[in-house]
């Protein structure tokens, strides 16, 4: 089995960076199985995901990752990754998320991103 | 398929309500394959898992939840569910919180986890 801890800090490290600074590269990350709930809304599909990720409708974001956890799933090759951190959009102030993935393999072994759901943590 | 959003909602009833009144009787949601990250420690297997709920010094814990998303996982009948909320220990002030679970199905139908993840959003 593939260290998972490495995994899951590598796909941490890139996810977030890509979000900054291309987000339409994330591309690569999903299938058409893949399933993201973003602040309960919910969308299913690369093509679905990435134009979520287009609306949104802010010019700067940047994320700092305060904590990751990472666990193998019941799914062979799977991993979940659960993130904390804290988000800068534009010129307003941090705000605290909370985010998980659930990474898949694909037969040629590479990962996409089966499951993930993101909350700001506001409540 | 079973109503996975159904299932969600209901684990996430059961699972906060048993904490709070009897933390041991959540030794039937766990098996030897379980795996608890809680606070960046690391548990696994129902024993380690108990073990370490009834270690939590406090008499009184009470979860308010906020948000709870609920996706169908890659293993069959498996299912992600992601909670926001507020946790208020013996007399302490309330504190944000996230978990999130992932739920396989035993042979005979039922339910248990397979992975969960516990934070504090305190960072």
Redesign the interface.
Known sequence: MADFNSVGLQFVQYYYNQFQVNRAELTNLFTD?S?L?FE?EHFRGTQQIIQKFQSLGMQKISHQI??H?V?????PG?I?I?V???LKMDEDAPM?F?Q?F?L?QTPSGSYYV??T?F?L?L?
Chains 1, 2 share one sequence.
Do not use: A, C, E, Y
């Not at 666990?71 to 799914?75: E, Y």
């Open positions: 199985q399933m709930s309960g305060v904590t956890d666990q193998p799933s019941s799914t799977g979940i659960f904390t951190g804290l605290k909370t998980v659930h898949n089966h499951n759901v909350r943590n409540g």
